[in-house]
């Protein structure tokens, strides 16, 4: 078995090195979400954009389908707003006291990565190994562990970083129901505490305008709609793209950072390019 700290510096050396590339992603540079993965909440401060990402925590992201497409969303205020911290929102009470009619959560905290995961490792510190998996930043252990464990995978949770969409809870871990947060700062000490499943790749200065407040006196900032990208009729649907963390563009800006960043470097320093039209 390859020592997990000799497979960390050779991903490092491997990220670090390589041909430089265009300033710009190229057509090859981008990807196509699915439509079902994108989540799109329209707020009185403007629109933001989530992707969902199902592998890391399916039953949440199932949620998150069901209670958009119920219309629970529709009209909620974002009732505890801190500024370097997060936006919360989803109670259909509006007070950060209720939930919906469905049944809690079973934690999601970590999930387990197979080979043919869509993670992109950016970093290996201490054993571990940073990166994304679609748009949302991950840590993992290290994958040469995956031939020592029981299942040919590795252990990996998503890290809070700014954008970076979680559920909410009470002090049982397995309270989720529908209540969720967008995070306006990056702040990994939730790590592992609280499920990660989407992150918001267009509308993060919006989130980061919202009327903040432990509780938000009123008037309270809302979100008027919220959709799936799937659900919203062909007319009037965004054509959004997103730049593939396996593409060449995407690996020359991980240089860059860590040759600007040095070893303060972290996956939270990298924005993913969005369009939208």
């Not at 748009?135 to 993992?140: F, T």
Request: glycine content about 8%; hydrophobic content about 45%.
């Amino acid at each position: 078995m390859t020592h997990p700290l000799a497979a960390g510096l050779a991903l490092a050396l491997a990220v670090v090195a390589g041909p430089a590339v265009a300033a710009t992603p190229g057509a090859a540079d981008w990807r196509t979400p699915a439509a079902d993965d994108i989540l799109v909440i329209d707020t009185n401060k403007g629109r933001v954009i989530v992707e969902l990402i199902p592998e890391v925590a399916p039953g949440h992201v199932a949620r998150i389908r069901e209670l958009t497409r119920a219309g629970v969303y529709d009209g909620r205020t974002f009732f505890r707003v801190i500024d370097r911290f997060m936006a919360q929102t989803g109670d259909p009470k509006d007070t950060g006291d209720g939930a919906s009619d469905k049944p809690n959560l079973k934690a999601e905290f970590t999930f387990r990565r197979a080979a043919d995961s869509r993670f992109v490792a950016v970093a290996a510190p201490a054993g571990l190994e940073t990166g994304l998996l679609a748009s949302l930043p991950v840590v993992s252990q290290a994958w040469s562990w995956h031939d020592v464990t029981s299942d040919g995978k590795v252990a990996a949770w998503g890290t809070y970083c700014p954008g970076v969409v979680g559920m909410a809870r009470d002090e049982d871990q397995n309270s989720a129901n529908s209540q969720f947060f967008l995070m306006r700062q990056p702040y990994p000490s939730l790590d592992k505490r609280y499920t990660a499943f989407g992150r918001v790749i267009a509308g993060l200065e919006t989130v980061r305008a919202v009327k903040t407040g432990e509780p938000v006196t009123a008037p309270q900032d809302r979100m008027l709609k919220a959709r799936l990208l799937s659900d919203i009729p062909a007319a009037e649907r965004p054509k959004i793209r997103i730049v593939d963390p396996k593409g060449p563009w995407f690996q020359a800006e991980v240089r860059q950072k860590r040759a600007l960043r040095g070893a303060d470097f972290s996956v939270c320093d990298i924005d993913i390019p969005v369009q939208v039209q």
